[in-house]
């Protein structure tokens, strides 16, 4: 048994021997393969600026661009319904019309309140016709008896006359004068008769334009152009010019709004970037993007952007204008909008491929140095543009990133780098190479672009 058991022993040990010998081997025959392998290929893009418009996708709500409810002016009962509900009716088109009755004989009785004022009025330019005609024959009179009273003076002073004839004389002169004055008070109470009249004319024809109005009102016009909702009320409804309930809502569908959220905190970031001169104030246009996933055929305008901010949502309402001529665009669908508010004049746009998370949440991506080495370099991305990452701070121009290959190489590590091509781009040649721009003219040039696509749309 003691034999057996040394003769284990001794077996295990020559065996362990022998294992660690092959690894060994292993070991330097491994290291040996590293030193001969080439170095790793991976593909890079060299790091060019360039103008990269921002767009900003928001949700938003469509409204209507004009919305009117309409109500009576006037009392009464519906005889009849003039429109199809859901219909387009055009301005001053006649909806309902209220029975006339009441206000027919309004207007009959105006009508004779006026003629009654015309005739009192003719009345009172008699009065002073006549009153006028007796002050002339008064003061006739007056002469008369003053020229009496004159000759009378002079016999009287001889005694040719009695002193009574001479007191009558006078009595008549007093006399003659005052039904002059009778008169002339008699004619200013015919003026002021004639003034009454003129008043209860005026009083008596607003009186009748004031039925007449009524009359008119009670065909229940659109104030508006546009499509008609729902109607509140049937023939037969009895309706009120003070009633708080619409009898129904006019629309006006083409253009149509779309409001649009934006966060305080985002526009603020704009504003920033456009202070710095990091960026360039962007377009108007609007593109929209309905519930069903397809986009609108033709682009909008901003039109309006609000001065404050809702307390409630910290968000600022901006509000589009659209062409809606084929009514495809309804009150209060949610529909996405993208708008370019701003244009990076300095960006680097990377594929997907390039941009790396650290364990730390931190965009990074690769590049390779002068010595063909592996880098680690962080940046900043301000969103993506056409499926792309939009890289604002980080890099500088001649910097090759790595695009693909990234996901087996390491920092420190040499490689072999050949240019990045696009599936279905055709290698940069003398012959096809791109007109360098400034940023300045990329923008105009995507501006007038711009201008031309609306254009074409309209």
């Known amino acids: 048994m003691k034999h057996s058991y040394l003769a ?55 409204a209507a661009y004009q919305t009117a409810d309409v109500r009576p002016q006037v009392n009464g009962i519906i005889d009849e319904v003039l429109f199809r509900e859901g219909s387009v009716v055009k301005k001053n088109q006649p909806l309902y019309r209220i029975n006339p009755d009441n206000y027919t ?72 004068q005052a039904a002059i004055d009778s008169a002339r008070a008699a004619a200013a109470q015919a003026q002021a008769g004639i003034e009454s009249a003129k008043a209860g004319i005026q009083t008596a024809e607003s009186t009748l334009n004031a039925s007449s ?12 152009s546009g499509r008609t909702g729902r109607s509140d009320v049937t023939a037969g409804a009895l309706v009120s010019a003070s009633q708080t309930n619409p009898l ?19 526009l603020l970031k704009l504003r920033q970037q456009l202070s710095s001169g990091n960026a360039q104030a962007g377009m108007n246009s ?64 990377l594929p997907q491929s390039a941009i790396t998370r650290s364990p730390k949440s931190e965009t990074q991506v690769y590049i390779v140095d002068s010595n063909n080495t592996i880098q680690v370099r962080p940046v900043t991305v301000n969103g993506t543009h056409e499926g792309k990452w939009v890289v604002t701070d980080g890099l500088a121009a001649g910097d090759k990133v790595v695009i693909v290959g990234g996901s087996k190489v390491k920092p420190e590590q040499q490689v072999k780098t050949e240019p990045y091509v696009e599936e279905g781009a055709q290698p940069a040649t003398a012959a096809n190479a791109p007109r360098s721009q400034t940023p300045v003219q ?12 609306n254009a074409g749309a309209n």
């Open 213 to 224: 109005l009524d009359l008119s009102r009670t065909i229940v016009r659109a104030p508006i």
């Open 105 to 176: 004989s309004s207007i009959a009785s105006g009508e004779a309140a006026v003629q009654q004022a015309r005739a009192n009025y003719q009345t009172a330019l008699a009065n002073r016709a006549s009153a006028q005609s007796e002050i002339v024959s008064q003061q006739a009179q007056l002469a008369q008896a003053r020229d009496d009273l004159s000759r009378l003076e002079k016999l009287v002073a001889i005694d040719a006359i009695s002193a009574q004839q001479y007191e009558q004389a006078k009595t008549a002169v007093r006399t003659a």
């Open 286 to 349: 609007v593109e929209l993007v309905l519930e069903d996933g397809s986009v609108y055929p033709i682009r909008g305008q901003l039109a309006l952007s609000e001065a404050k901010v809702d307390e409630s949502t910290g968000a600022v309402t901006l509000r589009a204008v659209f062409p809606n001529e084929k009514n495809i665009l309804l009150p209060g669908m949610y529909v996405t909008a993208r708008l370019t508010q701003s244009v990076l004049t300095n960006a680097v746009l």
């Open 442 to 453: 990329a923008a105009r040039e995507m501006q007038e672009k711009e201008k031309q696509n």
């Open 8 to 62: 284990l022993v001794i077996a295990s040990v020559l065996s362990s021997a022998v294992l660690v010998g092959c690894s060994s081997k292993d070991d330097d025959v491994e290291a040996a393969a590293a030193q001969q392998m080439p170095p790793p290929v991976v593909n890079v893009q060299t790091v060019s600026f360039e103008t990269v418009p921002q767009v900003q996708t928001f949700s938003g709500r469509t």
């Open 248 to 266: 129904v809502t006019v629309s006006r569908l083409d253009p149509i709004y779309v409001d649009i959220s934006q966060s305080s905190s985002d």
